[in-house]
């Protein structure tokens, strides 16, 4: 079975940075579109960024010029670098397969928590 493991949450002050990476155990992400979703509670599910196979990034424009995806596919990893967080980028951050980049996504791991505080 695939796994998808997300870490790098944390809670950090208005302003600052983390980096949350996707890792991933037996599968290769190499042919895979790989996107980060984020859910708060109480709000719905909302896609963050992807990059694709090719390494073509597309971003929400919540998040656009604040965030950056990048892949490392010799490490089988997946990283979004969050910075200029904001008390509204406050959620659960799962990292998970897509098709094309299109908010269909396949596989998830269980999230990271990240909180922001003003």
């Given at each position: 079975q695939v796994q998808l493991a997300e870490s790098g949450g944390g809670s950090v002050q208005s302003g600052g940075?983390?980096?949350l990476s996707c890792a991933a155990s037996r599968f290769t992400l190499d042919y895979y579109a790989v996107g980060w979703f984020r859910q708060a509670p109480g709000k719905e599910r909302e896609?963050?960024?992807c990059?694709?196979?090719s390494g073509n990034t597309y971003?929400?424009?919540?998040v656009k010029g604040r965030f950056t995806i990048s892949r490392d596919?010799?490490?089988?990893t997946v990283y979004l670098q969050m910075g200029s967080l904001e008390p509204e980028d406050t959620a659960r951050y799962y990292c998970a397969t897509e098709e094309?980049?299109?908010g269909h996504y396949l596989?998830?791991?269980q999230g990271t928590?990240?909180?922001v505080s003003p």
């Open positions: 940075s983390l980096r896609g963050v960024s990059i694709s196979s971003y929400a424009d919540s596919d010799a490490k089988n094309f980049c299109s596989q998830w791991g928590q990240v909180t």
